[in-house]
């Protein structure tokens, strides 16, 4: 299996909502990555995990929360979000000694109200 | 801001012209990658090129990197319409996982 998986594919939300989105991946690759995209520009990294451990923080509001549970799944939890905030999110695994080789997946395209 | 530049911008071009593409980035590299994204979608790994490396192959696509000018360029032979997309450069640094996008360059591809 080499696709990275990403739910939801569309998410709308308010700004007092919780929600969660999700990214998992069957490669044995023990790097995941958040990235979040603008319209017309490129991916702005977010959070990496590395062995399941958080090893970059991108300086992110703390309203975005990422969480590794295992070595295949990836979340990152929402929590008063800001319209400015709409934008795709996109998940991306690679296997350590790939040289960042990243598999991305569809992302999620999420707009605040 | 940590991106590279990429340049042209915008790019069009006839089917079965060649489109070329550069990158600048700022640091020193492990290696450089290309990317590819079709609208709105996720990116897809194209080619990467070692920062040891000078020019790589990979089908119609071919990569260059000059460390010493700490710029690469992606060449896109006999373009068809079907390669009409975004193309991302991304500088990855050595020791690490952190790998920064340049500005990318959107590609049209007229048939």
């Known amino acids: 299996d080499t696709e990275v998986t990403q739910t939801p594919k569309h998410l709308v939300m308010g700004m007092t909502n919780k929600k969660s989105l999700k990214c998992e991946q069957h490669?044995?690759?023990?790097?995941m990555y958040w990235y979040k995209q603008k319209a017309k520009k490129p991916p702005e990294l977010m959070f990496v995990?590395?062995?399941?451990?958080?090893?970059i923080n991108e300086s992110v509001p703390s309203r975005f929360s990422p969480e590794c549970p295992n070595s295949s799944l990836l979340n990152l939890h929402l929590h008063a979000l800001q319209p400015e905030d709409s934008a795709l999110y996109l998940c991306?695994?690679?296997?350590?000694?790939?040289?960042?080789?990243?598999?991305f997946g569809p992302g999620t395209r999420l707009t605040v109200l | 801001s940590q991106q590279g530049e990429e340049d042209p911008q915008a790019l069009s071009i006839q089917e079965g012209e060649n489109a070329t593409m550069n990158c600048s980035y700022k640091?020193?590299?492990?290696?450089l990658q290309w990317y590819r994204q079709n609208s709105g979608r996720g990116l897809v790994h194209l080619i990467l090129?070692?920062?040891?490396?000078r020019e790589k192959h990979s089908g119609r696509l071919r990569v260059t990197l000059d460390t010493s000018k700490k710029s690469s360029s992606l060449l896109i032979t006999a373009s068809r319409a079907a390669d009409t997309a975004s193309y991302f450069c991304?500088?990855?640094?050595?020791?690490?996982?952190?790998?920064?996008f340049g500005a990318g360059t959107r590609l049209f591809v007229k048939a």
């Open positions: 991306a695994s690679t296997g350590v000694g790939m040289g960042n080789e990243q598999f």
């Open positions: 490669m044995g690759h023990r790097a």
């Open positions: 995990y590395s062995y399941e451990k958080l090893s």
């Open positions: 640091t020193s590299i492990n290696n």
């Open positions: 090129i070692r920062s040891n490396e």
């Open positions: 991304a500088s990855a640094f050595t020791g690490g996982f952190k790998t920064i």
